[in-house]
């Protein structure tokens, strides 16, 4: 039950980290529900998490459970918490504490069982300093904490990171086999920065897979769009 934050910056797979723990707990035979708080309107947070009661508002026709309720018996991962509002964070912060959650409209809390991942590519501690982030729910959120590190810090497993991707990518597009990189791709993708980290190598894989398919992908597919070879174009007479 101990809740887990996940750092790291975008593009390092955190949502795959949080589908890991909750794969290898003993609520993998649960739901795993993922939210991104960022992308949901303040003002449909609290009935997006908690649900809400028939009447409750205008437009409420039906009762309607929540996140954390879909989320029973499994884990619920808040992807981006950092862009919770202040109002919000309190509201969640009772419902970690209590273990219980209240749908709009309603008069009594509902008990719930849920394991919480969090995520955030932003540097919540300092958040917290300058009061953008509740320091106690930051403490209930971040029991255990886990850093994704960005991909140019463990360049070794690059290979095995393109492997894994493209054998997804051979599985989507019912390839016969899985495509491998040559040393020299393999080289030229080391020496890639890679600032969106594993998200810009699976854009970069798809790419050259699409515009140069065959068995093995050389340096050449790999070159960025403004440098790719061109046929040289005709001149009019």
Request: net charge negative.
């Amino acid at each position: 039950m101990a809740p887990v934050l996940v750092t790291g910056e975008s593009g390092t797979g955190k949502e795959l980290i949080a589908r890991a723990l909750h794969a290898c707990s003993h609520r993998a035979d649960g739901p795993f529900v993922a939210v991104n708080c960022g992308a949901i309107p303040a003002d449909l947070l609290e009935s997006e998490l908690f649900g809400h009661r028939r009447g409750a508002f205008t437009g409420a026709n039906a009762d309607k459970p929540g996140l954390f309720q879909a989320a029973a018996g499994g884990t619920l991962f808040l992807d981006e918490v950092s862009d919770l509002p202040l109002p919000m964070q309190v509201k969640l912060l009772r419902a970690l504490q209590e273990r219980a959650v209240r749908p709009v409209g309603a008069t009594a809390e509902e008990a719930v069982d849920v394991r919480i991942v969090s995520a955030t590519h932003k540097d919540l501690a300092r958040l917290v300093q300058t009061g953008q982030f509740r320091h106690d729910l930051y403490y209930r959120l971040n029991v255990i904490p886990i850093h994704a590190p960005a991909l140019r810090d463990h360049p070794d497993d690059l290979a095995a990171i393109a492997h894994a991707v493209l054998a997804q990518l051979a599985r989507r597009d019912g390839l016969a086999q899985v495509p491998t990189l040559s040393p020299a791709a393999l080289q030229q993708l080391r020496a890639h920065p890679f600032p969106g980290n594993v998200r810009e190598l699976e854009n970069l894989l798809e790419r050259a897979l699409a515009l140069h398919p065959g068995p093995v992908l050389e340096a050449h597919a790999f070159l960025p769009p403004t440098q790719s070879p061109l046929p040289p174009t005709a001149t009019p007479d």
